[in-house]
């Protein structure tokens, strides 16, 4: 089955760490994205990417690295620059260019330890 | 993702009503909506979109409705089930310095009552 997979499911993080966010699609989308979410409140956009090798900083890129090496996957690394890190993370994807019909991964929970 | 539900309105519906569940959008200058569901401590699924030169779109079980003039998009949920139970949100789509950009709303959560 296609889909979007993020890993692990729940991650906690030590003070002064850095931790990455898995996210591996194999729906063959161009487009990748990390949004935060927050409770009651809607998504955030931290780093998007259009194309591999290539990313964008989104609304709230502070704190937060990617990588985009392969087509495939689209890591995120929260560093310890992130002050606030608990947070429901979502990776999704689409078609280039296009937002119709994002799909999203499972989520991962980040908790600070 | 366990907790996304904490503060959001909260719509309760008796099993086998309709639901009606509404958002307010902000960029005049959107083309595509869409509607999302998302259970507790999982990833939004895709429910249903319409873009800016319709105003009503059907699916199963659900309607979409957009009313420009006032920047309002609501889904309605027909013989709502208990497996409907979960936060609803839309998104808006809009160009941002060239690019797609999705706006999403901070959702509803809907509980089905037996």
């Known amino acids: 089955d296609g889909g979007i997979t993020q890993s692990p499911k729940y991650l906690f993080r030590k003070e002064g760490q850095n931790v990455t966010l898995s996210c591996e699609q194999n729906?063959?989308?161009?487009?990748m994205y990390w949004y935060r979410q927050d409770p009651g409140q809607g998504l955030r956009l931290i780093y998007y990417?259009?194309?591999?090798?290539?990313?964008q900083k989104g609304d709230i890129a502070e704190g937060y690295s990617v990588s985009r090496e392969k087509k495939e996957s689209f890591p995120l690394t929260v560093t310890s620059a992130q002050k606030n890190p608990t947070a429901f993370y979502l990776c999704?994807?689409?078609?280039?260019?296009?937002?119709?019909?994002?799909?999203f991964g499972s989520g991962t929970q980040l908790s600070v330890l | 993702g366990e907790s996304v539900g904490l503060h959001l309105p909260t719509l309760s519906v008796q099993e086998g009503d309709n639901s009606i569940i509404n958002c307010a959008y902000s960029?005049?200058?959107?083309?595509?909506f869409i509607w999302y569901k998302q259970e507790s401590g999982k990833g939004p699924q895709f429910i249903i979109d319409?873009?800016?030169?319709?105003d009503k779109r059907q699916g199963q079980r659900v309607t979409v409705l957009l009313n420009k003039t006032v920047k309002h998009l609501s889904l309605q949920i027909a013989a709502t089930q208990p497996g409907d139970s979960a936060v609803y949100f839309c998104?808006?789509?809009?160009?941002?310095?060239?690019?797609?950009?999705?706006?999403f709303g901070k959702g509803n959560q809907v509980v089905v009552i037996p």
């Open positions: 999704a994807s689409t078609d280039r260019g296009s937002n119709e019909k994002l799909f």
């Open positions: 729906l063959n989308h161009d487009a």
């Open positions: 990417s259009q194309i591999v090798n290539d990313f």
């Open positions: 960029n005049s200058a959107s083309d595509y």
């Open positions: 319409i873009r800016s030169n319709m």
């Open positions: 998104a808006e789509n809009f160009l941002f310095q060239g690019n797609n950009r999705l706006a």
